[in-house]
């Protein structure tokens, strides 16, 4: 049989290496839950509640197709260790992770186990990352190329196993991930990510490049499209055709009832470009993670991490209101948006002088989208330690103002 590993790819649409195998033979489609992932100091409950309900969705998704997902909890390695045993797996499919370094060990641990099993693993590309890169030339331009490429079509049916227990999706207490209560965080699933994708092009991004800047018009102007593609939900190919059929019907308009919508969809598009270059950067340089980007900036802030400046901007109790206000809305919602983060990143960092690897942590805790190869490389951009961008002081008095 061939195994499919979803990991953050949670759809049967646009997704390659469940095609492949489908073509090849039977399919076990499988979900594997792993406690010493949501252990990792970046991991949180309310990631897990987002992706669990994209895992409901997939199993129906998958069912009606003819192979249920079926969901394990445990060391990935011995999952598939237990399903070479029972079964004997032909091949492994799975779409290339750019994860954390907590990923990268274990897909190196994966391949490790696969090569010493003689079963072909075979990992195919869902972003525009491109593994092994020599040469940024003409990355976007190859962007470009690869999310033109039409939309894999989900299979008409898959042969799944008879006799496999689907297995139980465990809630967060099972896991044992701490407490994360967050009342305001926006639903999984791709029923959700379609209903967004949907009335963002079409109603509510409109002034997109006029109100993504303000907190009180963000929520509603933005797409609120990361977590989905953090987690798969949706594809990056779904968003960008979807947005470029849109911008030609705006465009087949005369510019007088084009509304703003050519510059909104401009600004939308080129942010998913921002996407994949972001973690392009993490796929070549991993150690980002941890380590400044410019070893120049090397030791000017690792000694001088204040315990009670953390505390207060963690919970929202600088008395800085504006500065609070944005930290107390992201604990209660898992969501803000880009310019309250890089504010709330930028505070930290500079005027409270706390090395950006805690507050990240912390900052990627409370981000149900978090994305760590956009999130370490923002998160050093908005802390001055690449040496490449305009270093941004963010002033919370005048952001409060505007
Ligand atoms: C310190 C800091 C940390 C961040 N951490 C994350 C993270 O963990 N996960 C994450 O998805 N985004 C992160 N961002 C980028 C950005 O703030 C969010 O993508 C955005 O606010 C999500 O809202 P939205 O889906 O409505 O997208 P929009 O802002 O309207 O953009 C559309 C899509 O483009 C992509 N995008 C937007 N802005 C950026 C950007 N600056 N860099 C790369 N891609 C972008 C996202 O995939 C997003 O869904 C971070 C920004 C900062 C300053």
């Known amino acids: ?87 004997g797996i032909d091949g492994l499919w799975s779409h290339e992770e750019t994860g954390n370094a907590w990923t990268y060990g274990r897909d190196r641990a994966v391949a490790a186990w696969a090569r010493q099993q003689s079963i072909p693993w075979t990992q195919l590309p869902q972003h525009g990352v491109i593994r092994g890169l020599e040469s940024r030339h003409g990355w976007a331009r190859k962007w470009d190329a690869f999310m033109r490429r039409p939309v894999t079509p989900a299979s008409a049916s898959i042969s799944g196993l008879d006799g496999i227990d689907p297995g139980e999706l465990p809630n967060a207490n099972d896991l044992g991930i701490a407490e994360d209560a967050c009342p305001g965080r926006q639903p999984g699933g791709r029923s959700q990510a379609l209903e967004l994708l949907s009335s963002f092009l079409h109603d509510r991004g409109a002034a997109y490049h006029k109100e993504m800047s303000s907190p009180l018009t ?25 947005a470029w059929q849109r911008l030609d019907e705006v465009m087949a308009l005369p510019k007088e009832r084009r509304a703003g919508w050519d510059t909104a969809l401009g600004a939308f598009i080129g942010r998913l470009h921002w996407h994949c270059h972001f973690m392009q950067k993490l796929e070549d340089s991993p150690e980002h993670e941890f380590r400044n980007v410019h070893g120049g900036y090397d030791g000017l802030r690792e000694d001088a991490f204040d315990a009670t400046r953390f505390a207060a901007w963690a919970a929202g109790r600088t008395g800085f209101p504006f500065v609070d206000a944005c930290m107390r809305s992201l604990r209660a919602t898992g969501w803000i948006n880009f310019r309250m983060r890089a504010m709330l990143t930028a505070f930290a960092s500079y005027h409270l002088w706390l090395h950006w690897r805690e507050t990240g942590l912390h900052l990627a805790r409370l981000f149900t989208d978090y994305e760590p190869g956009i999130h370490w490389n923002q998160v050093q951009m908005q ?8 270093v941004r002081v963010y002033n919370p008095v005048k952001q409060s103002y505007d």
């Not at 646009?14 to 991991?43: I, K, N, T």
Request: proline share 5%; aromatic share 8%.
């Open 1 to 87: 049989m061939h195994l499919v590993w979803f990991k953050r790819d949670l759809r049967a649409i646009d997704h390659l290496p469940l095609l492949r195998a489908a073509e090849a033979g039977p399919v076990l489609p499988l979900y594997v839950v792993e406690p010493e992932l949501w252990r990792q100091a970046d991991a949180a409950g309310r990631q897990w509640a987002f992706l669990r309900e994209c895992l409901v969705e997939l199993r129906y998704e998958l069912a009606a197709l003819g192979a249920p997902l079926v969901v394990r909890v445990g060391n990935v390695i011995d999952v598939f260790r237990g399903f070479q045993a029972s079964h």
């Open 218 to 242: 963000a929520a509603e102007s933005c797409p609120r499209l990361s977590a989905h593609l953090a987690a798969g939900s949706l594809s990056m190919r779904e968003a960008a055709q979807a």
């Open 383 to 390: 802390s001055g330690t690449t040496g490449i961008n305009t």
